[in-house]
């Protein structure tokens, strides 16, 4: 019958492909115009079922299109997370990294625990898990990354302390935290460290204190259990599965026919579970927990995923999701390892580096841009409390001090100022800043997604710079020293200054936008501003020029003389060597460098 229906639309009757292409256009016929209801038989070479077709091939592990003609896809699993074959999944997973991960730390020395954990017992879940104060007891442990989801059911206080000491009942656990008792049981892990239960909801100092240890929580943990598409605790880490994923079933063949298997493809239009979209992906402290921990375990709506140092693996056996499908998991690893040597980060970005840039430097500068591509990708994540802007980040920070010997302030690295300080805002600046203690040249005093220049491209060159960091003011406020918000923060800078007045541009089309320009005294083209918040008409600007394309918009201090605050980024004018047409870089020329104080 099917035949007959392909003859009558299109001829003789596909049995044969050679090329990848017509695998996909096979899909794309079937699934347009027919209702598959017998298989269709499918002969190929063996590279033609490699890179492309794996993105909606699919086959069981152990059938001969798997091992013979290479397609690595399997079905999406039909079970929870909670069944042994899942726990199996788990455990291969485990197991191998482990075993073979050289990049993966070692496990066989067991670290001292968190201040507080909980003891889930044996296995069997015949012992009731309480909260244990661990005085400096060494063992493994596991951590959990979920989403508060606003309202946490049961959290540990001074008021309760005691008595989650003796016990806390099963049944008084959300289901996430639940799950994740019943997962570390499963796994043979006596230890698991939850965030509310493990830290004092209603201690200023208790949280100020843990929260400064945090990065070393989860760094030094045995696994991370995520529950990846859980909105809040009662979500729970198993997901039923969608039984209705429409394939349409192709008979493999190999040449000679010497294996004949099944290859199942999936319908054009089924999305895989968007991992940039997840409600844990979304979540700022996420972003630490996935980058510090050795080894992470998803439990996703769709299946289940793991990663380390060395691997991402899923149980739909991708190595990657497709274009419709999110982030690239392979390369967001790669781009952002932050215990990886800068030359596997990016190893193509030697062959451009600047002809005034030592080996040392751009190293330097190639683990800078690094920094700001992960500080671009972090503020695009959410926080239920905006005053964690730097407390989320500030285990990153410390290992990332550690790796390379800088000096973290507020955000930027006192050794790279002049290229940290070049952030702009995105979005509406309509919104005010979420601090009065940090600096104005601080990106952690704004909600929302900040992005910088240096992030972009080929390490820039020593020589683009064009003013010099000089000093540094500040006082810590909190346990986190200067990984958290400080006071009085200062930078003593020496750099050439243009006084400027705002003005702003039409753009042209269908939705025409206003866009502020600034130009100097004369009417010169400065370069277009993108104002940190709202700046009235009037007020007397400057810009402070720190490289050949761009500066800081700043205004005066009222009664404080070489005193500025940083107001805005100016993407400056460029010029055209080759015509001889001067950029905007070239009105600081004829100006004598000065000391400012930026606060």
Request: net charge negative; with cysteine; proline share 5%.
């Amino acid at each position: 019958m099917l035949t007959r229906m392909m003859e009558l639309m299109m001829g003789p009757p596909i049995r044969a492909c050679t090329q990848t292409t017509n695998l996909l256009f096979l899909e794309y016929l079937i699934f347009s115009h027919i209702q598959v209801r017998e298989p269709l038989y499918f002969c190929c070479r063996d590279d033609d079922l490699q890179g492309e077709t794996d993105q909606s091939a699919r086959d069981a592990q152990d059938d001969p299109a798997a091992w013979h003609g290479g397609v690595t896809g399997r079905p999406l699993p039909i079970t929870d997370g909670s069944t042994p074959t899942d726990f199996k999944f788990a455990t291969d997973c485990l197991s191998k990294c482990l075993s073979d991960h050289g990049n993966c730390s070692r496990t066989d020395v067991a670290h001292y625990l968190p201040t507080r954990v909980l003891d889930v017992g044996p296995p069997d879940g015949s012992q009731v898990p309480y909260l244990l104060l661990t005085e400096g007891l060494r063992g493994r442990y596991n951590t959990l990354s979920h989403c508060w989801g606003g309202h946490v059911p049961i959290t540990t206080r001074s008021d309760n302390i005691r008595e989650h000491m003796k016990a806390i009942s099963m049944n008084d656990l959300p289901r996430t935290f639940r799950d994740a008792v019943y997962i570390t049981r499963m796994l043979g892990i006596r230890y698991l460290w939850i965030d509310s239960l493990c830290i004092l909801q209603d201690s200023k100092d208790d949280w100020e204190k843990e929260s400064s240890n945090m990065g070393d929580v989860y760094k030094y943990s045995y696994l991370t259990i995520a529950a990846r598409s859980a909105k809040n605790a009662n979500d729970g880490c198993f997901f039923a599965r969608n039984q209705n994923i429409v394939t349409c079933q192709l008979e493999y063949r190999s040449p000679g026919l010497s294996a004949v298997g099944k290859i199942y493809i999936r319908h054009p239009e089924f999305e895989n579970e968007r991992l940039d979209e997840t409600p844990l992906d979304t979540r700022g402290w996420v972003l630490q927990e996935k980058l510090l921990s050795p080894r992470v375990l998803y439990y996703g709506a769709e299946q289940m995923y793991w990663e380390c140092r060395q691997a991402s693996v899923r149980q739909d056996g991708k190595f990657y999701n497709d274009s419709r499908g999110g982030v690239n998991e392979t390369r967001w690893k790669e781009k952002l390892d932050i215990f990886a040597t800068y030359r596997s980060i990016w190893p193509w970005k030697y062959r451009y580096k600047a002809s005034d840039l030592t080996d040392v430097s751009f190293e330097r500068a190639t683990r800078m841009q690094q920094w700001y591509c992960l500080v671009e990708e972090y503020t695009m994540r959410r926080l239920t409390f905006d005053n964690d802007r730097l407390p989320a980040i500030a285990g990153i920070a410390k290992e990332w001090a550690k790796s390379t010997g800088l000096f973290y302030i507020a955000g930027l690295w006192r050794e790279d100022l002049p290229a940290g300080l070049l952030w702009y805002r995105h979005g509406s600046i309509g919104e005010p800043s979420i601090s009065d203690i940090l600096p104005s040249w601080s990106w952690a005093r704004y909600i929302g997604r900040i992005s910088f220049q240096a992030s972009m491209g080929q390490a820039f060159a020593v020589s683009d710079y064009s003013c010099e960091f000089l000093n540094l003011f500040f006082r810590p406020s909190s346990a986190l020293g200067n990984y958290g918000e400080v006071l009085g923060a200062a930078l003593e800078l020496r750099g050439r200054i243009l006084p400027v007045l705002q003005t702003t541009r039409t753009s042209l089309g269908r939705d025409s936008v206003v866009i502020p320009y600034l130009i100097g005294h004369g009417g010169e083209e400065v370069g277009k501003a993108i104002f940190d918040q709202f700046v009235p008409q009037f007020t007397e600007l400057f810009v402070l020029l720190l490289h050949k394309s761009a500066g800081l918009v700043l205004t005066t201090m009222e009664h404080k003389k070489s005193t500025f605050l940083r107001v805005g980024y100016v993407d400056m004018k460029m010029g055209d060597s080759l015509f001889g047409i001067p950029g905007a870089s070239s009105l600081f020329h004829h100006l004598e460098a000065q000391t400012v104080y930026l606060v």
